[in-house]
T-cell receptor, first 114, second 117 residues
Framework: AQSVTQLDSQVPVFEEAPVELRCNYS??????LFWYVQYPNQGLQLLLK??????LVKGINGFEAEFNKSQTSFHLRKPSVHISDTAEYFC????????????FGGGTRVLVKP | GAVVSQHPSWVICKSGTSVKIECRSL??????MFWYRQFPKQSLMLMAT?????????EQGVEKDKFLINHASLTLSTLTVTSAHPEDSSFYIC?????????????FGPGTRLTVT
């Protein structure tokens, strides 16, 4: 069974500074990888996804992530954060094309300070 | 874009009563819908997968008699929490997969906050 680990439960960062959220997964088969953002009392919004091809994927709101198969990682980055990026971020994995379920990491709370 | 709604957005009920939560795909048909539960400051835990016209598949440890799921149409799935207890208080989120869209994509609803007193 696959698992997803988000190494940082909370990341404080100053406005306009860069941020990196770490995500590692464990799976012996091919996976689809996702990053979602959740604002307070809301559902999840897809930031970006890796399915195949280029290991660097760009998403909405200036976020990007890099898939590293050898390190089984999918870290999320943004070069300059805004106050509005304060939210909870979830990494998720879905196993292969036949898989149905998303397995989520524990989440990372990003708090952007002015 | 694909929109999923949930109703109600929040509900308070007394212990021992039942409460129904609706999940609707507004602009697409969803053959598969998923129900998640999220405790405060925690991640989403999949409770069950429902396919239109068939019985839901529950994750290990989820009581199917307590959390009744009905996926009666291609745009509606309901979760009924029966005989609710305070420990059932949580944030319930549904997601749906577009029948005609990319198989890997799930669209999430805004969530329903349930408080059992």
């Amino acid at each position: 069974a696959q698992s997803v680990t988000q190494l940082d439960s909370q990341v404080p960062v100053f406005e306009e500074a860069p941020v990196e959220l770490r995500c590692n997964y464990s799976s012996s088969v091919s996976v689809y990888l996702f990053w979602y953002v959740q604002y307070p009392n809301q559902g999840l919004q897809l930031l970006l996804k890796y399915l195949s091809g280029s290991t660097l994927v760009k998403g909405i709101n200036g976020f990007e992530a890099e898939f590293n198969k050898s390190q089984t990682s999918f870290h999320l980055r943004k070069p300059s954060v805004h106050i509005s990026d304060t939210a909870e971020y979830f990494c998720a994995v879905r196993v292969g094309a036949a898989g149905n379920k998303l397995t989520f990491g524990g989440g990372t709370r990003v708090l952007v300070k002015p | 874009g694909a929109v999923v709604s949930q109703h109600p957005s929040w509900v308070i009920c007394k212990s021992g009563t039942s409460v129904k939560i609706e999940c609707r795909s507004l602009d697409f048909q969803a053959t598969t819908m998923f129900w998640y539960r999220q405790f405060p400051k925690q991640s989403l835990m999949l409770m069950a997968t429902s396919n239109e016209g068939s019985k839901a598949t529950y994750e290990q440890g989820v009581e199917k008699d307590k959390f009744l799921i009905n996926h009666a149409s291609l745009t509606l799935s309901t979760l009924t929490v029966t005989s609710a207890h305070p420990e059932d208080s949580s944030f319930y989120i549904c997601s749906a997969r577009d029948r005609g869209g990319r198989q890997y994509e799930q669209y999430f609803g805004p969530g329903t906050r349930l408080t059992v007193t």
